[in-house]
């Protein structure tokens, strides 16, 4: 499963292309006086300006060369903050090892919590060195909901997708799709990872690509 894009809000659109630019070095595919896109690997982001929220957030992940996560968490030294993952060992690397995966993760001017994830089940690693260039996709979205078994529910039998293998879905939390793709599902209130930050349900569009199908999502866009 691919994400193809990615369609989010954003109280301030100018603050959000400084970021994007000049922190991530992404280069701008579109922009006028309600959006802006970037490139991201093989991936579309987009920020629509909505001021009907003080601060909508959400979690998103990009997939990097599995060999370079060192290499990413020096590119990203000096312009952001990581986010510990574990306050008593003083870490900043998440070790998901069902998930065969390492990540770290830091925040944007919205305060949405991004990621860099490296997963060693695939065969994608670099010997250039690492720049935005090396981002492959974004690899997650988090959609949230108010029933996570119902929503995977519908998911799974609208859509060609199935539960991520590697996880077993819990009563709050689940993930669809794969290593290339993942819908990553949680409870309205539970706080996104490694933040104390809860999901909460705001507008946002998702492309989706399967070897089947190709989809929209649109979620929580009358709200």
Same mark, same amino acid.
């Given at each position: 499963?691919?994400?193809?894009?990615? *369609?989010?809000?954003?109280?301030?659109?100018?603050?959000?292309? &400084?970021?994007?630019?000049?922190?991530?070095?992404?280069?701008?595919? *579109? %922009?006028? %006086?309600? !959006?802006?896109?970037? %490139?991201?690997?093989?991936?579309?982001?987009?920020?629509?300006?909505?001021? =009907? $929220?003080?601060?909508? +957030?959400?979690?998103?992940?990009?997939?990097? #060369?599995?060999?370079?996560?060192?290499?990413? !968490?020096?590119?990203?030294?000096?312009? @952001?903050? &990581?986010?510990? @993952?574990?306050? *008593?060992?003083?870490?900043? @690397?998440?070790?998901?090892?069902?998930?065969?995966?390492?990540? +770290?993760? $830091?925040?944007?001017?919205?305060?949405? +919590?991004?990621?860099f994830i490296v997963r060693y089940d695939l065969d994608d690693q670099s010997e250039f060195p690492f720049t935005t260039q090396s981002i492959t996709c974004i690899s997650e979205i988090g959609i949230v909901t108010d029933d996570v078994s119902e929503c995977i529910r519908t998911l799974t039998e609208?859509?060609? !997708?199935? &539960?991520?293998? %590697? /996880?077993?879905?819990?009563?709050?939390?689940?993930?669809?799709?794969?290593?290339?793709?993942?819908? +990553?599902?949680? *409870?309205?209130?539970?706080?996104?990872?490694?933040?104390?930050? #809860?999901? =909460?349900? $705001? #507008?946002?569009?998702?492309? @989706?690509?399967?070897?089947?199908?190709? $989809?929209?999502?649109? &979620?929580? /866009?009358?709200?």
């Amino acid at each position: 499963m691919n994400i193809e894009a990615i *369609e989010i809000c954003t109280t301030d659109l100018r603050k959000t292309e &400084l970021f994007y630019t000049e922190v991530l070095n992404l280069g701008l595919l *579109e %922009k006028n %006086k309600e !959006i802006i896109s970037f %490139k991201v690997g093989n991936t579309v982001l987009t920020f629509r300006s909505d001021k =009907r $929220f003080a601060s909508p +957030i959400y979690h998103f992940a990009f997939n990097i #060369p599995n060999n370079q996560l060192n290499e990413a !968490i020096d590119w990203l030294n000096g312009m @952001v903050y &990581l986010l510990s @993952v574990d306050t *008593e060992k003083d870490s900043y @690397v998440a070790d998901f090892s069902s998930w065969n995966a390492n990540a +770290i993760y $830091f925040q944007d001017n919205n305060g949405n +919590i991004l990621e860099f994830i490296v997963r060693y089940d695939l065969d994608d690693q670099s010997e250039f060195p690492f720049t935005t260039q090396s981002i492959t996709c974004i690899s997650e979205i988090g959609i949230v909901t108010d029933d996570v078994s119902e929503c995977i529910r519908t998911l799974t039998e609208t859509h060609d !997708i199935q &539960l991520f293998s %590697k /996880q077993a879905p819990q009563s709050r939390f689940g993930a669809l799709g794969d290593d290339h793709g993942l819908l +990553i599902i949680s *409870e309205t209130g539970r706080n996104w990872f490694p933040t104390t930050i #809860p999901a =909460r349900k $705001f #507008p946002l569009k998702v492309m @989706v690509s399967t070897k089947h199908e190709k $989809f929209n999502l649109l &979620l929580n /866009q009358k709200l």
